[in-house]
């Protein structure tokens, strides 16, 4: 299974849509999954074009339609695996704590993030967690990215630059 991750869209302040070269690559995922702040429905609206199966949460900057039509937390299975998706709050410092706290009774083997607009992958115990970054914003961040799972016997995950 091959699944698209995306976050911290920002749709329309940081830019008017969605990267070109990210839904050329999602074309071919299996699945898309936004971890918040997308401000716009429109963009899952624009993710439906590439891919029928979307899913997400709502992000702190995300607007009373986003938050009526998407969970704040999410637990998605994937094959085996079972994969936690949040977005955080607050300050982006401690924030791979606050994600370690909101999935510890979850038992999930992945939990996808955003809100920091920092890439990162990394292991922790027995979970992996995964920010793909921003696809619009690069002001926070080294550079704009999205992420690419591979889920099969084992999650490969790998950010991708723009």
């Known amino acids: 299974m091959r699944i ?32 918040g702040d997308l401000v716009d429905l429109a963009v899952l609206e624009q993710l439906k074009t590439v891919c029928s199966d979307i899913r997400g949460v709502w992000g702190n900057m995300d607007p009373y339609e986003v938050r009526q039509k998407l969970p704040d937390k999410q637990i ?22 606050q994600m370690k706290t909101a999935f ?5 083997d992945l939990v996808i993030f955003g809100h920091s607009h920092t890439p990162l992958i990394t292991k922790q115990g027995d979970c992996l967690y995964f920010n793909p970054g921003s696809v619009t914003d690069d002001i926070f961040a080294p550079y704009r990215s999205y992420g690419i799972l591979e889920i099969n016997d084992t999650i490969e995950a790998k950010i991708v630059k723009i």
Do not use: N, W, Y
């Not at 999602?26 to 971890?35: E, L, N, P, R, T």
């Not at 299975?77 to 704590?97: D, N």
């Open 4 to 35: 698209g991750v995306l976050s911290d869209t920002h749709i329309p302040q940081r830019a008017s849509g969605l990267p070109q070269k990210m839904l050329e690559d999602f074309k071919s995922v299996d699945m898309v999954i936004h971890a």
């Open 76 to 97: 998605i299975t994937a094959g085996r695996f079972k994969i936690g998706v949040a977005h955080g709050t607050g300050s982006p410092h401690g924030l791979l704590e």
């Open 104 to 108: 510890q009774d979850d038992k999930v």
